[in-house]
């Protein structure tokens, strides 16, 4: 496993990332565990079992695998709000989106309740941030074989 350095990111609102860059192999595959992330405190487990599953997705095999795992400072009050702001005007341009489709082959009450269903539906799968939430984010990439690969997995670990 090379490590080729650690360094931070600052992001949307101004949240900052500390990010680990890795190369591995099918044969280090198991050293993964060995891994320890600070920022993630108690959940670094959680953060390990992360990083193996998106290694397995990969399916590198003999090839190079290139991982970058960015760990969050915990969010403050104001940035948890500007995400869930985020969340909010989601949901709401989705169901304009399906109200205005259903209104098109329904009647209105038919598509305003298509709408209402949908911003609802938005906001159960979306997630709620909360101050002192820690965002982790694993990206991995493989050159080679059938060609450029890429993935991108998300956690967020809850205060």
């Given at each position: 496993?090379k ?11 101004g949240?900052?990332?500390?990010i680990?860059?890795i190369?591995?192999?099918?044969s280090?595959?198991?050293r993964?565990?060995?891994l320890h992330?600070g920022?993630a405190k108690?959940a670094?487990?959680?953060?390990n079992?992360k990083?193996v ?8 095999k003999?090839l190079?695998c ?11 009050r104001?940035?948890g709000d500007?995400l ?9 341009l989705a169901a304009?989106a399906f ?6 082959v329904?009647?209105?009450y038919v598509a305003i309740s298509?709408g209402?269903?949908v911003?609802?539906?938005?906001n159960?799968?979306?997630p709620?941030y909360?101050?002192?939430?820690v965002?982790?984010s ?5 050159n080679?074989?059938i ?7 998300t956690?967020?670990?809850?205060t």
């Amino acid at each position: 496993m090379k490590f080729e350095g650690t360094f931070q990111y600052m992001g949307n609102h101004g949240i900052v990332f500390n990010i680990s860059q890795i190369t591995l192999t099918d044969s280090e595959r198991g050293r993964l565990r060995e891994l320890h992330f600070g920022e993630a405190k108690n959940a670094h487990y959680e953060v390990n079992s992360k990083v193996v599953e998106v290694y397995d997705k990969m399916l590198a095999k003999n090839l190079p695998c290139l991982m970058m795992i960015g760990i969050s400072k915990p969010l403050t009050r104001q940035q948890g709000d500007a995400l869930n702001a985020q969340r909010t005007t989601i949901a709401n341009l989705a169901a304009t989106a399906f109200t205005a489709a259903a209104k098109a082959v329904a009647p209105s009450y038919v598509a305003i309740s298509v709408g209402a269903g949908v911003r609802t539906y938005a906001n159960e799968i979306l997630p709620t941030y909360h101050a002192g939430d820690v965002l982790v984010s694993i990206e991995a990439q493989v050159n080679g074989g059938i060609g450029p690969q890429r993935t991108l997995s998300t956690l967020i670990i809850k205060t």
